[in-house]
């Protein structure tokens, strides 16, 4: 079942915590998501992260951008095994638009399989 919503009050409070010197960098909707998903259902959300970052060739902030030449086999491999917890990373943020073909090609093989 997916939820809809739409609101304005929650999503004011995190725009605040952005500073003035990083408007240009600041993203809150990263973090907000999470909030009105737990309000809606908390039963149904978990407390452990679905997405693995890589900040290792960090530009401006901005985590690494996966390009057409690492989509491949190992690299989802790699993203499965990337942490210390009990749980996987199901993917990756984050990959160039021209990605999406070639994970859809591998698509089949690992990522749905999984």
Known sequence: MAT??????LWQKFSEQCLPESQDSCYPEEQYLRTP??????????????????????VDGDPQTYGVPEVSLLLTAELHQSNNSTYEH???RKFAPDCLGPLMVIADTVIFKD
């Open 37 to 58: 998903l737990d309000v809606a259902d908390p039963a149904g959300c978990t407390w452990y992260t679905l997405t693995r970052i890589d900040y290792t060739d960090s």
């Open 90 to 92: 199901m993917f990756a």
């Open 4 to 9: 809809l919503f739409r609101e304005c009050c």
